[in-house]
């Protein structure tokens, strides 16, 4: 306990150390009334003193955060083992490999299902004896704005089956790229779980009119006193050198670069040039032509009547676009007006937690509900915290960054970030209140534990708030696919897609909502870290036909 407080001399310390170990009865009660949910500090603040002193024998027993850990990174690791890398002829190869279409037939109808075989071959034409290449497969049909994404079903053993469900009539492009080849994952794999050094953070300290930068990071590796910033009830940690003559408490701005480093190998590097990234597979399949065919029976993502709601299961695909308009294949999505959506948001109480990407939102909302305006709040610094309002229907929507890791070169300010699970614990909840929470991007250059443990640090969160009132509407959106060649390293779509799937294991007993942003940014094609507004409309009218 002595550890979680702070002190202003180290005899106070002392002093409250052994007080606490003659008199342990005291603990119980105390220990009950400080570990309640809501987290009074942003952050516990400490310069790497603990009560040393003071012989005890700490229990190393491992907690249920760090079991739950370990548990995923074993199925990961199981997921991604390492592959041998020799030469790249030995890799998979797009040109090399073959694709079959099974059971092809002279009409297809729409409903159908269509299924691919994918036999992965090297580029000296040997026949792949494993699996875990990255494929991402799309169909699409550009003059009806239609796309979905398809299902990769991988065997381990070099084929993979490749479903698509044909949602709409019309001709059809199918499409199968190579991301990168299970070589290039492993290698991927290896290099994030490497360091956390990929990039540099630099904190700004202000006291009066004195400004000072220093080093700072999720570890550091260093002999300077550092300031220890704690987070929520799990205590993750961020570090800072701990600047001459001034306090902890100043650190007020942080930003980042990225540092000039790899954990690849200059042969491993070669399997992501800008060449070898995304190639198409299905290059000799023609065009498939989707017919209504007189059916009286409708496809499947066409009988469901049931409104979509908090809690429901989402199949992949989970939907598809047409005429540019996303289609559920779970549920009876509402298509609302500018009126239906004053009307589902008056009254409500709206969290945007996360990144840029749910930051959209915020500056997409004004252009459909006009009543919507910005309060300033003054804040200083890139990424301020955002705050809507509307006092006639009583509608206040807020973004807030989420907390560490933040990845710009621009100063932003710390003193407004949200470590998510704190800022869920501040929520008191009700039927009104609704809560969207997104991260990731700015995980990926980092190892994978970090992801995780937030992860958890969040449905903790979660089910505290679930404990205080339940009736709280909470909305998971996932990541969106990004540029295919932008630092495949640190921010490639892989470890986006390893977030994905972490985010749907921690998450699927829970009742919460889920806005399926990487199957939508697919069926979109948009590839793109900020998609353009009608991918973002998209996303809001699936979170209003949660909550409406």
Known sequence: LCSLLSFSTSFQRDIVCIFFLHFPFILNPLWSAINVPISFYHWNISTNCSCSEIKMSPVNTPTETELRIRKILKTLNQLIPPRPFTHEDTTTS???????????????????????????????????????????ARMSSPALKAGASGKVTDFNNGTYLVSFTLFWEGQVSLSLLLIHPSEGVSALWRARNQGYDKIIFKGKFVNGTSQVFTECGLTLNSSSELCTYLYGIDQEAFYCKKPQHMPCEALTYMSSRNREISYLSVKEKSLFHKSKVGVEMMKDLKNIDVS??????????????????????????????????WITTFCNQIQLDTNNINGCLKGKIIYLLGDSTICQWIYYLPKVVKTLKFFDLHETGSFPKRLLLD????????????GFPIITHNLYSVTDEAYIPREIDLISGDKNTAIVITFGHHFRPFPIDLFIRRAISIRKAIERLFLRNPDTKVIIKTENIREMHVETEWFGDFHGYIHYLILNDIFKDLNVGVIDAWDMTIAYGTNNLHPPDHVIRTQINMFLSYIC
């Not at 007189?294 to 009547?305: A, D, I, Q």
Request: with cysteine; net charge positive.
């Open 94 to 136: 797009a040109t090399h490999s073959t694709v079959t279409l099974l059971n092809p037939r002279n009409t297809y109808c729409r409903g159908d299902q269509l299924d691919i075989l994918l036999e992965a071959r090297d580029h000296l034409g040997h026949r792949k004896e494993y699996g875990g290449d990255f494929l991402r």
């Open 292 to 325: 209504h065919c007189n059916r009286s029976l409708l496809p499947e993502s066409e009988k469901n009547t049931e409104k979509c709601q908090i809690g429901m299961k989402i199949p992949v695909p989970g939907g598809y676009t047409l005429q540019g308009r």
């Open 391 to 402: 006092a006639g229907r009583h509608i206040q929507i807020q973004w807030k960054k989420h």
